[in-house]
Nanobody
């Protein structure tokens, strides 16, 4: 299974971006799909996650600003990011969890300028 993330870029503070991630290869219905992010010199943190029945969990720093969604038939997960802040700058990674195993995408850079 390969996960491919897209949609990152440079945006001014207060702006919006939408990240997308699709699965290819030997695909299945992930139990959970998620977005993580990692800023330089910091650990990788969970941003948002969504179950295969639509339950969601958000990191405290993005609640009310970010929204995760998934398209099960297409094996895709999206992250709508609004009201972006400079502290949201990081590499964002797509993640899929199934049968006790984590799958990771290659990451996409999000840079928010002040």
């Amino acid at each position: 299974v390969q996960l491919q993330a897209s949609g990152g870029g440079l945006v001014q503070a207060g702006g919006s971006l939408r990240l997308s991630c699709g699965a290819s290869g030997r695909t299945f219905n992930f139990n959970w799909m998620a977005w993580y992010r990692q800023a330089p010199g910091k650990q990788r943190d969970m941003v948002a996650m969504i179950s295969n029945v639509g339950s969601t969990i958000y990191g405290d720093s993005v609640k009310g600003r970010f929204a995760i969604s998934r398209d099960n038939p297409r094996n895709m997960v999206h992250l709508q990011m609004n009201s972006l802040k400079p502290e949201d700058t990081a590499v964002y990674y797509c993640n899929g969890f199934h049968a006790g195993k984590n799958y990771w995408g290659q990451g996409t850079q999000v840079t928010v300028s002040s």
